[in-house]
Every structure is written in C-alpha cells, then in structure tokens.
C-alpha cells in the first residue's frame, strides 16, 4: 500500500512538473510506473499497465514538444530563432526557479527574432504564435499525463 502511495505522488509532481517546467513531468510519471511495476512483483497485468503508460505519455511528448516549433515555422520563424528559444528557456530556468522556463522561452524567439528581422512587430507575432503553440504543447502533455496516472490509478485501486 505504501508503494501506490509513493507513485501516486511520485506522478503528481510529474504532472505539476509539466505545468511549471522544474522537472520533466512525463518522463517522472513513467519512472513512478516502472517503480510501481518492479515494487509489485511484475505481475503481467501491471506491465500491460505500464506499457499503457509509457505509450501515452511518449505520444504526449512528441506532439506537445513539436507543436511550439510547427506553429512558430507556420509563422516564418527561423531553426536558429527557435534554439534561441531553447536557450533562453535554459537560461530562465537556471535564473529564475520554477517560472524562468517560461519567461525564457519567449524572451529567448523575441530577442532572435528582433536580430533576424529588424522588425519589432515581426518579433512580437512570432513570440505570439510560440506562446501560444506552448500553451497548446502544455496542454497536450498535461492531458497526455492525466489520462496516463488515472489508467495507473484505476490499476493500482485493481491491484
């Protein structure tokens, strides 16, 4: 009982990791499975789970983590600008804890943007269209990681 309680926590953090980038939130919750799995026993069944888990969130990742970059190509931005946008997530991260990554982010494509165009107005329609296919990343991963704990939760109640 006391493992379930361990993961159960384990995968909550991983969700509020996804919301405030301080620690890789769907990565974690696939951690906190593989853990529940081994601490179980490796009963078929929770392996099943597992897979389940891993699946869902790997899916989450890969399409909430192209989708900032697909939007901000569909508005014109450069590869450049958007690792400018990886640096100064990095940066933020490292300068203000736990809401730096996104302060940085978008400083980051701005900041690119202004040097690469020269046009102000440019910058801001293409931290615009960042901002939001982040959002919409944030969401897909965040949702990705609710459905994943809650096919967990449901198995560990079973278990």
Same mark, same amino acid.
């Given at each position: 009982?006391?493992?379930?309680?361990?993961?159960?926590?384990?995968?909550?953090? *991983? #969700? %509020?990791?996804?919301?405030?980038?301080?620690?890789?939130?769907?990565? /974690? +919750?696939?951690?906190?499975?593989? &853990?529940? !799995?081994?601490?179980?026993?490796?009963?078929?069944?929770?392996?099943?789970?597992?897979?389940?888990?891993?699946?869902?969130?790997?899916?989450?990742?890969?399409?909430?983590?192209?989708?900032?970059?697909?939007?901000?190509?569909?508005?014109?931005?450069?590869?450049?600008?958007?690792?400018?946008?990886?640096? *100064? #997530? %990095?940066?933020?991260?490292?300068?203000?804890?736990?809401?730096?990554? /996104? +302060?940085?982010?978008?400083?980051? &494509?701005? !900041?690119?943007?202004?040097?690469?165009?020269?046009?102000?107005?440019?910058?801001?329609?293409?931290?615009?269209?960042?901002?939001?296919?982040?959002?919409?990343?944030?969401?897909?991963?965040?949702?990705?990681?609710?459905?994943?704990?809650?096919?967990?939760?449901?198995?560990?109640?079973?278990?």
């Amino acid at each position: 009982m006391t493992i379930d309680l361990l993961v159960g926590l384990l995968m909550l953090v *991983g #969700l %509020v990791g996804i919301v405030i980038p301080f620690l890789p939130g769907l990565p /974690l +919750i696939v951690v906190a499975a593989f &853990v529940w !799995v081994v601490a179980g026993g490796s009963d078929m069944g929770q392996w099943v789970v597992f897979i389940i888990v891993a699946a869902i969130s790997v899916a989450a990742m890969v399409v909430g983590s192209a989708l900032p970059a697909r939007r901000a190509s569909g508005a014109g931005t450069s590869g450049w600008v958007l690792a400018a946008g990886v640096i *100064g #997530l %990095v940066v933020g991260a490292v300068v203000i804890p736990i809401v730096g990554a /996104l +302060i940085g982010w978008p400083l980051g &494509v701005f !900041v690119a943007e202004v040097l690469r165009t020269r046009h102000v107005a440019t910058a801001v329609a293409t931290t615009r269209a960042t901002i939001v296919g982040m959002g919409i990343g944030i969401a897909i991963q965040f949702g990705g990681g609710v459905m994943a704990v809650a096919i967990w939760a449901a198995a560990a109640w079973r278990w």
